[in-house]
């Protein structure tokens, strides 16, 4: 690629960060390989120092990582990027690259399970505070923040509600309060294609690349991205020392070939979930649909404000009572029960039973997680087949 030239998003995904390989290979090499080799001690010293570019270690880096790091870094915007071994890697990479005990984070009410157990059960007991407030809510945002706050933490949308924050408002906020501060966005159930938070004013953008990044449901990996400096950071204090999340030369391998088809998948996935949520919005036995798509959905402004396209995720709750609710999505004969998202497949789980079951009941209903909300990752099978399978099973409430 010309490095002067501003190329759309379909051919950065294919093209950037691609390098030529001695032997001319098209699709860059799996360098399985867990070390490098040195011409010279002087070189391995050097290297070590930081006085020389070059792979030591595939724990620091490997080519097979760096051409992807490089792609996710020109889709995202952002001056570089790291690869981990799984979005939790990447989340807690970035989160102990930020802080030390004493400082204060600031972080959504509303986050996956996983990420909620790592702020409010972990980060705690190095003596880091940590405050969940509704990051909806600007005025609550500025009451929060502290004179030693480092992070503001957040998704959008957030899982499993799709609740819509304003990455904008946010950052502006947080950088008026500390231009030190970290606005941290976890930007999985969009991907780069749709939404792209360092363009808005966040400093790093964290994703589970093991969702619509790879796309294919056969990898477990995640990225950080952001200022060089501060991935630089992550990559020699938060992975090296700290979590020794490394992504596999396999994954990357992988991600890269998902990642060509990028553009593609999340067109579908969202026409597929327009579909879908026009029809659930208008079934008897559906109490709510969550869905940045409708219109009536309430972060539908702000939605179109800052995201290309609506995604293909989404939540329903129904007429019905925990068990109830449980018993019609046990009778779904197309969609998998399972929980992840952003595979081909459509998938569909009980948040407060799977996912968040790191919340407690009181927790459930702060976040505004119901006891009865199902999650919907909307896949790329025919839309009127989807519709179908709903249809059967939700037609047994009525």
């Keep these: ?7 759309g998003f379909a051919t950065k995904q294919i093209h950037a960060g691609n390098k030529p390989d001695p032997t001319g290979a098209l699709c860059t090499p799996i360098y399985q390989t867990s070390t490098f080799r040195f011409s010279s001690v002087e070189q391995g010293g050097a290297r070590f120092a930081g006085q020389e ?24 915007n952002g001056e570089a990027c790291l690869a981990t071994a799984s979005g939790m890697g990447a989340i807690s990479s970035a989160i102990w690259s930020s802080v030390v005990a004493g400082d204060n984070i600031v972080a959504s009410d509303t986050l996956y399970g996983c990420t909620y157990a790592l702020l409010n059960h972990g980060v705690t007991k190095f003596n880091v505070q940590v405050d969940f407030i509704d990051m909806a809510d600007l005025d609550a945002l500025k009451k929060a923040i502290k004179p030693n706050t480092k992070v503001v933490y957040l998704e959008t949308p957030c899982n499993p509600t799709l609740k819509i924050v304003d990455i904008a408002e946010v950052a502006k906020i947080a950088h008026a309060a500390n231009p030190e501060i970290k606005v941290i966005v976890d930007n999985t159930f969009c991907s780069p294609y749709i939404q792209r938070p360092l363009d808005l004013g966040a400093d790093v953008v964290v994703h589970s690349a093991t969702k619509y990044l790879n796309g294919h449901g056969d990898v477990i990996a995640g990225f950080i991205i952001g200022k060089a400096d501060f991935i630089a950071t992550c990559r020699m204090f938060g992975l090296k020392d700290m979590t020794g999340a490394v992504m596999s030369p396999f994954n990357a391998f992988l991600i890269l070939r998902g990642l060509k088809t990028l553009d593609i998948r999340m067109e579908r996935h969202t026409k597929n979930a327009m579909a879908l949520a026009n029809f659930l919005h208008d079934h008897p036995a559906v109490k709510k649909v969550y869905y940045p798509g409708l219109p009536d959905f309430e972060g539908h402004e702000i939605a179109k404000k800052q995201m290309d396209l609506f995604g293909g995720m989404m939540a329903i709750e129904l007429n019905a009572d925990r068990d109830t609710t449980a018993k019609c999505i046990n009778t779904l004969e197309l969609c998998t029960i399972a929980v992840s998202l952003g595979d081909a497949e459509t998938l569909v789980e009980h948040p407060a039973s799977m996912t968040h079951s790191t919340y407690s009941a009181e927790e459930l209903a702060m976040a505004g997680i119901a006891e009865g909300l199902v999650r919907i990752s909307v896949g790329l099978e025919d839309a009127d087949d989807i519709i179908a399978d709903f249809k059967q099973a939700l037609d047994r409430l009525l």
Excluded: F, Q
């Design 1 to 7: 690629m010309n490095a002067n030239k501003k190329y």
């Design 53 to 76: 570019e070059g792979y030591i270690y595939s724990r620091l880096g490997n080519p097979s990582l760096t051409t992807l790091e490089d792609k996710v870094a020109a889709l995202e």
